[in-house]
């Protein structure tokens, strides 16, 4: 099958059309319309080939809701009509040690990713960017019908990426617990810190931003540039989620742990961060990282969202300003999600 997708076509030129090849759904295949797509700065910073390896032409997006047109013989989760999703991984070798404790986004063999993966049959995959997708069923997602679908698709990276680490260094009521970086994954952290019942402390580098931090639930909110403010908080924190897309000096942060206290990164800026040694020698300091979550792990955290009315502020775009979208992410300047309404790919 022929669809119409967006596509990169080198690290250095613009997002613009092009067709792509679906296969026919397999008796445990889904085929999901997509309907909306989320932007994630893992999008841009794959597009533009910065954690090397990217295959072109590249057809980013991993934040996927849309409606089951046709499923396969076997399929039990999703019904013809059903609201699926879709997100980072679309398979895993399910076998492993790992995959079978529900952790396939950390597969020995390595995760089949959404997009720029092995396809198994010599090509590699499409994401989202794209008027439909073929999943099997073990990887596809349930949308509980009261979340609004739109706002609900950023929850399958920005949301898992953030909810799996709050939950495995449990964050919850008596900890202290810092997110770094109000973007797509630090707007996430902030509401699941605060629906879990820590006490949250959002650290943005954006003035224009406290407001929003605060509307968004954190207790406190520190400009990292404000270094007495900074001072204050040195060697309290339980834990902190850093969510940070570029540069920037992580011992300032490290400082700011109590002993024993984590500093998880869930941010892949595109070099290397130096960590002095004293920062995580006294006290006894932890320097961790999580990548997304497993696919039983996602259904709990969109079970979660269901629960307590939780989904992604985001603005809504057409796939036309895609381009532009990604120098407005680039400056910050996102509040807090860019969703594509798939339909603008028809026009
Ligand atoms: P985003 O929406 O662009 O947000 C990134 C935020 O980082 C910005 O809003 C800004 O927050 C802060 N920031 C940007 N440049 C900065 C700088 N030079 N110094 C300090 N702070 C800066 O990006 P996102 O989609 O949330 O993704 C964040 C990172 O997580 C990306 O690197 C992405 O690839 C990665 N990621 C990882 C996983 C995983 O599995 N671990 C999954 C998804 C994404 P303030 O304005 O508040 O300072
Ligand atoms: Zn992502
Ligand atoms: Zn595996």
Known sequence: MTVKAYAASSATSPLGPIDIERREPGD????????????????????????????????????????????????????????????????????????????????????????????????????????SIVVDEAFTLKVPTTLDPAAAAPLLCAGITTYSPLRHWQVG???????????????????????????????????????????????????????????????????LLDAVSADHDINAYLQLLRLDGTLCLVGAPEKPLPVGAFNLLLPRRNFAGSGIGGIAETQEMLDFCAEHAIVSDIESIQIQQINHAYERMLKGDVRYRFVIDMASLAS
């Not at 309907?35 to 057809?59: F, I, K, M």
């Not at 492993?96 to 597969?107: D, F, I, P, S, V």
């Not at 009521?173 to 949250?200: C, E, N, S, W, Y």
């Not at 959002?202 to 954190?218: I, N, Y």
């Open 28 to 131: 445990s295949d889904v085929e999901i319309q997509i309907l909306h797509c989320g932007v994630c700065h893992s999008d841009l910073h794959q597009a533009r080939n910065e954690w090397s390896g990217t295959r072109y032409p590249c057809v980013p997006g991993h934040e996927i809701v849309g409606r089951a047109t046709r499923v396969g013989t076997s399929v039990k989760k999703v019904s013809v009509g059903d609201m699926a999703a879709v997100g980072c991984m679309v398979d895993a070798c399910r076998t492993c040690a790992n995959c079978k404790r529900g952790l396939e986004q950390y597969c020995e063999s390595f995760p089949r990713f959404t997009y720029n993966s092995d396809d198994g049959k010599g090509g590699y995959t499409f994401g989202g960017y794209s008027q």
């Open 173 to 239: 009521p008596g900890k202290k617990v810092g997110i770094i970086g109000l973007g797509g994954l630090g707007h996430m952290g902030v509401k699941f810190a605060r629906a879990f019942g820590a006490h949250v402390v959002l650290f943005t580098t954006s003035e224009k931003k406290v407001a929003d931090g605060l509307r968004l639930g954190a207790h406190e909110v520190v400009l990292s540039s404000d270094e007495s403010a900074m001072q204050k908080h040195r060697s309290s924190f339980d834990f």
